[in-house]
């Protein structure tokens, strides 16, 4: 199973932790963590590389695992995107959990 936890302080996405295989096919052909994959990827791509901020991002592909978290101190607007941007990760996320309810798990810590 994919587990996914967002991490938040008061109001603010702080960033999330990805880590598991969700079971649903046989690695290389599973749906599931695809989707996973290229949403996470997504976000850090458009976090990074076009907004040009620098969050944390650590991949261990040995546990399947993936640890990505905002800068702090960020300028209104750019605060707002990455906001809007990790608030729609998690809805993603959360539908692929309501279509795949044993393969993935979303939480809030």
Known sequence: MTNVTFHTVE??????DAQGHSGYGEE???IVCAAVTSAVRL???TVNDVMGLCASVKVDQQTAAISFRLPG???P???STC???MTGLMVYLAQLHDEY???I???EA
């Open 83 to 85: 906001q809007n941007l």
């Open 43 to 45: 976000v850090e791509a």
């Open 77 to 79: 607007t750019a605060e």
């Open 11 to 16: 109001d603010r996405i702080i960033g999330f």
């Open 28 to 30: 290389g052909e599973d």
């Open 105 to 107: 798990e979303v939480m």
């Open 73 to 75: 101190g960020l300028a």
């Open 101 to 103: 309810p044993e393969h």
